[in-house]
């Protein structure tokens, strides 16, 4: 019988300095379902690496020439299946919130911990959230306050929220606020199975990669806001 073995995890590298770049392939190489399929210098070059090869996540630098990390996020997201973690110098600055306003899965430290790196790559790479949800609604607030009033009215209501069943609708306000499976499970009287199952549904048909952007699309829809609950 023919052992079945799992695809590698493929990985892009995206930083301009070539020594963090090479400490981060020292660190994934090293796990056996890991594959470096490439190192880019710039936004740029990592929106045209993902579109010639197949990548299932991008280490993300933000502050490079030529295109920066966000813009590049924003089209990889865009075009691509390819989970992206931006690595920022501080765990709740600007540019861990507009990665994940522009599509990142996640956010990390640039001097995060080997142990943690590679656990961070393999969380994304399956659709888990690395971020929690809760750390997510605390930096989207802290953004949203400092932001001025806008002067528009509210956004309109996105009408894919109208496919959602009434649970699927009630699972989507309390990932918004941050709740995991296993606490959406005690509130719900559901199994964490089932609950995984109205998850997935959720993400499909409101077209999101996973829970952390579940928590963007609350907050960009107007259906959470800093001063009140979830709005729908």
Do not use: W
Request: proline share 6%; net charge negative.
């Amino acid at each position: 019988m023919t052992e079945v073995v799992d695809p590698k995890i493929r990985i892009l590298l995206v930083d301009d300095q070539p020594l963090l770049r090479m400490g981060f392939r020292l660190i994934l190489e090293g796990e056996d379902d890991f594959e470096v399929v490439g190192e880019a210098v710039d936004g740029a070059d990592a929106v045209r690496q993902v579109a010639v090869q197949e990548t299932d996540v991008v280490l993300m630098d933000v502050r490079m020439p030529v295109m920066d990390g966000i813009e590049a996020t924003r089209r990889i997201a865009a075009a691509s299946c390819a989970r992206i973690i931006i690595l920022t110098t501080f765990d709740l600055d600007e540019y861990a919130f507009s990665g994940l306003q522009a599509g990142a899965s996640a956010f990390l430290l640039k001097d995060v911990a080997p142990q943690e790196l590679v656990q961070a790559v393999r969380l994304v790479a399956s659709g888990d959230a690395v971020v929690a949800p809760r750390i997510t609604q605390r930096l989207l607030e802290t953004y949203v306050r400092s932001l001025p009033a806008p002067a528009q009215s509210p956004p309109p209501r996105d009408p894919l929220l109208d496919e959602l069943t009434p649970r699927e609708r009630e699972v989507l306000g309390a990932i918004a606020e941050g709740l995991s499976n296993a606490e959406i499970a005690q509130g719900f009287f559901l199994s964490e199975t089932t609950v995984k199952t109205h998850v997935r549904r959720v993400l499909s048909k409101l077209h999101l990669r996973d829970r952390v952007q579940v928590v963007v699309y609350a907050y960009e829809t107007g259906l959470v806001t800093p001063s009140q609950g979830l709005d729908y």
